[in-house]
């Protein structure tokens, strides 16, 4: 399924998105980003003694066994923020309506942000995982380096279907790859098979980590027409169902809200604030939804 028309460009996506939704951003959130991207490129200060109002993930363990007392690291913003968008472009990210797949959105969703952010100065990089890692885009700033994003998106290749994602290698590559701390955006339907779970929770030690979930309503609800064959969209196994059958509709939505519950756990426990973004919404009422939540945080 493509995600794209060919006539779809670099410069025309940018601009479709400039007028679509960067203009409506700017008037709902009128220029304020920093309740999405507040001071995360912020570099260490100072050790303090722990007062009970400070954040408890800033305590210095090491210094506190030494002192038998708690500390806490002091840090100083840094203005510039780097910005990473860890992508994962695995053969399930391209289900979806034949307008909409969650391809596509992950390509509108990364163009959105890295043009907020550059706009003002930022930095943005990528790494690219299908299977494995396959690039890294340096972070760098202006428009050119938005384009060259969505440019290196339009050209990577679909892998064939073969074996289940792990979302392990790419989160640890970003573990050993970026070195100043930065604002880390995790972009997957985290459809994985397990042990990925302590490398987030590794990432958002260092980094602050925004886990931006795709989905697509036909990955939570059957609708009722017939039998049809089912496609594993990462490995190609077949498996016909009747979607007549209201027990076995039942089922897939209650393994679907499961899953859906795990997850919010898992990003729950490793302290990552998470954006569910389905292929139907509208993504700037998405966006300033996730503002206000992290604005009220």
């Not at 203005?79 to 968008?85: D, K, L, P, Q, V």
């Not at 890294?136 to 290196?152: E, F, K, S, Y």
């Not at 070195?179 to 929770?201: C, N, Q």
Request: net charge neutral.
């Amino acid at each position: 399924m493509s995600m794209l028309t060919v006539a779809s460009t670099p410069e025309q996506i940018l601009l479709r998105l400039d007028w679509q939704v960067i203009r409506r951003l700017d008037g709902l959130l009128q220029g304020d980003y920093r309740s999405l991207f507040y001071g995360y490129g912020v570099d260490f200060a100072d050790l303090r003694e722990y007062q009970p109002e400070d954040d408890i993930r800033y305590i210095d363990w090491n210094v506190t066994a030494r002192m038998d007392t708690p500390y806490v690291r002091q840090y100083v913003e840094d203005r510039e923020i780097n910005a990473w968008f860890l992508l994962d472009l695995s053969p399930s990210m391209e289900f979806g309506a034949v307008e909409s797949v969650k391809r596509k959105v992950l390509v509108d969703f990364v163009t959105t942000i890295a043009r907020l952010l550059t706009r003002h100065g930022n930095r943005v990089g990528a790494i690219f995982y299908n299977h494995r890692v396959d690039r890294t885009i340096p972070a760098r700033g202006g428009r050119i380096q938005v384009l060259r994003l969505v440019n290196d998106l339009l050209k990577q290749p679909t892998s064939p279907q073969s074996s289940f994602t792990n979302l392990a290698p790419l989160l640890q590559s970003a573990l050993h790859s970026i070195k100043k701390r930065s604002l880390v955006f995790v972009i997957s339907d985290f459809i994985s098979e397990p042990g990925w779970e302590r490398a987030l929770s590794l990432l958002a030690q260092r980094h602050e980590v925004l886990a931006i979930r795709l989905w697509d309503p036909r990955e939570v609800e059957l609708p009722d027409i017939g039998p049809i064959i089912m496609e594993d969209a990462e490995t190609g196994e077949q498996l016909y169902v009747d979607t007549r059958d209201k027990k076995f509709r039942q089922r897939f939505r209650e393994a679907a809200e499961r899953r859906e519950a795990a997850l919010t756990a898992t990003f729950r426990r490793a302290g990552v604030d998470a954006l569910s973004l389905s292929t139907e919404e509208d993504m700037v009422r998405a966006i300033v939804r996730f503002a206000a939540l992290r604005k009220r945080k």
